[in-house]
C-alpha cells in the first residue's frame, strides 16, 4: 500500500470489559467513544463507539470500539464484521478473562485477517509481571490468528508505548488488501436515528462498493428505494464514499421506524432477503454439549440478530469440535451473502458456541440424508466458480447482473471466471445469458424431441412453428438467446428452418390419398370463391367437411402457403391475397388515404373479410390506421408476399 494513496480500512477493539479499550482509542484518536448517558455514568462501553484515526502517513481509519461486558455481546457482535485489523486488549492487572476468551473465538470463527495484542494498564504493573502476563495471553492465542501477532505494552493515562503502537499498526495496514469498491454497495446498519431538520441518517461500514449523493438505493428491510441525501466520513461531507469506510448517509424519504440495526443498505436489485441459507457450520470444542437435528440458536450475521433452527442434513447432532454442512431456518428474514461469516449462540444460557460461512443464501429447503444433495453443497462450497456453476446449473440460464445478485461478487469478478468457465469447455454465452454446456446439450436433445413429437401430432403441418418450440424451453431464456441457440441447431443440420416452421430433417410433409383430395377441395373452394370466401365454419359446411377433423387440413394449407390465414376463422387464398396486396400499392400510389369502404369496392369482397384484410395488414405494418382511414406504411415491394 502507497502512502500517498491509502485505502480505507477499519480498526476495531476487542477484550473483556473494562480492560481500557475505550482508554486506549481515545489515547490513539483524541475522541471519546462513549456517547450514551448511561455509559459515562458507569463507566462501562454499552453499545458501539466510534472514531476517526489519523495515522503519521496521513491515512485516516475508522475505529470501531466494542464493548466487552457480557450482556453487550450481541452489540459486539454488530461492530466486528468489516474489521481490517484488531486490537485485542487484555489489562496486565487481570489477564485473559472470559470475554478475552470469547471475543476472541468470535474473531477467530468471523476470519479477521490479523490482529495487535495490547497489554493495557502497564503503569501499574511490575515488568515481570507484564511478562507473565504476556506468556499466558501468548498460549492463549497460539492456536488462532494471532499466534504470530506482535505485542504492545501501552498505557492509556500516561502515553507509555502510544506511540511505539501506533507504528505497529502502520505497520499491520499495510499488508491489508483493499476491499471490493468495484462490486454492488452493500452497508449493514448499525445505528440510526433522526436529525432534526435533515431527516433519518444511517451509520455502518462500507463492505463493498461506494455511495455518493444522488444515488438511489435500496433498504433491505423493508425492501424499499430511497435516494441519498448527503454522504459523510468522519463527521465531513464527501462526494464519494468507498468501500472500507464508516459511512454515514442521509437517506430522503425513509421513516426511521421502517429500518433496524441489521438493516442493509445496498445497490437496487442485487440483495434479497432469505429465511433460509445453506452454510458450513463449526462448533467450538469449548461448546457445552451436541447440537442436534432441528435446535435453535441465536444467529449473528453482519448487524442482524434472528434466532435460527439447524437442520442437521447428514447426521443427528453435530459434537464439539465438528463441522458440517447444514440448512438454517431462521425466524425473520435478513440479508445474506455466499461467503458471508456468521457467529451462533446457545438459545439459553446464550454462549458462543460456533460460527461458520455462508454457501448458498437462497437455497430450496432439502430432505435429510441425501448423497446427490451433500455432494451438490460439497461443490458449491468448494469455489466461486463452482458456485457460478451450479448455480447455472439450477437456473438454466442467467444473466451477469442475476450472477452478482445470487454471489455477492463484483461484476469484473464473475466475468473472468466465467471466462475462465468458457475457455474450459464449461459454459457458454448465448445472448447476454449463460448457460452450461451440460445444459445446452439438454435443451438440444428437448427441441429435437419436442419437434419429432410435434410431427406426429400434426403431421399435416410442416413443422412446429418458431414461438411454439420456444416454449419448450424456460420463459426467462429470451429470445436474442434462443435464435443465436436455434442457429447452432440448423448449422448442425439437426434442425431446418423454412420460413416460420422447423422440421427435423428426415420430416416428410406426405398426406394420404384421402388427406389429399380433401385438401385439394378445400384449395379449390378458395381460389373459387376468392375474396368472396366464407368464413372457416361456412366453408367447411358447404364442403361437408367434419370440423373437428380440419385442422390438419387448413395447416397444411396454411403451412404450404396456399391459404392466408388471416384470423381465426378467415382465409385468403395465396392468389386472392396476392391480388388483394397489388390493389393496396396500386391505390396508395394514387391517394394518400384508404377507408374499409374504398377497399372492399376495389377488391369486391363483404365488409366483414375486408375488415379482417386491412387489420392484418395493419399487423404486418404494411398500413397505419388513423382514426376512420389508413396510410401506407412499409408497402411490400412487388413480388413480395
Known sequence: MSAATPHPVIIGTAGHVDHGKTELIRALTGRETDRLKEEKERGISIDLGFAPFKLPSGQIAGVVDVPGHERFIHNMLAGVGGMDLVLLVVDVNEGVMPQTHEHLQILELLGIPRGIIVLTKCDLAEE????????????????????????????????????????????????IPPKDADGPMRLPLDRHFTVSGFGTVVTGTLLSGSARPGDTVEVQPPGIEVRIRE??????????AEAGQRVALNLAGLERERIQRGSVVGTPGIFELTERLDARLSLLPEAPRPLKFRDPVHFYLGTARVVGIVALLDRDELKPGESAIVQIHLDRPLVAHRQD???IRSYSPMTTI??????????????RF??????????????????????????????VKDLEQISGLGRERIAGHLQQLADESRVLQLGDQWVTVETVRAWRHKLVEQTGRFHAANPLQPGIPHATLKGALPAQFAPKGFDQFLGMLLEQGELVQKGEWLRCPDFDLRPTEDQQRQIDRIEAAYREDGPLAKNKNEMLDRLGIDHAGSEPYFAYLFGCRLLVKLNEESFLHIDTYCRAIDTLRTHFAKQETLTLAEFRDHIGSARKQVQALLEHFDSLKYTMRQGDHRVAWKLPKGGDR
Open 128 to 175: 515481570d509481571w507484564i511478562d507473565i502476563v504476556e506468556e499466558e495471553v501468548r498460549e492463549e492465542v497460539s492456536a488462532t490468528f494471532l499466534k504470530d501477532a506482535p505485542v504492545s505494552r501501552v498505557s492509556s493515562i500516561s502515553g507509555q508505548g502510544i506511540p511505539e503502537l501506533v507504528r505497529t499498526i502502520e505497520e499491520a495496514l499495510g499488508n
Open 341 to 343: 461469516r456468521f457467529i
Open 370 to 399: 441425501r448423497t446427490e444433495i451433500m455432494q451438490a453443497l460439497a461443490e458449491l462450497e468448494s469455489g466461486e466458480k463452482s458456485f457460478l456453476l451450479q448455480k447455472l446449473s439450477d437456473q438454466g440460464c442467467l444473466k
Open 231 to 240: 454522504v459523510q466520513v468522519h463527521g465531513k461531507k464527501v462526494d464519494c
Open 354 to 367: 460456533g460460527g461458520g460461512l455462508v454457501i448458498d443464501p437462497s437455497p430450496v429447503k432439502h430432505k
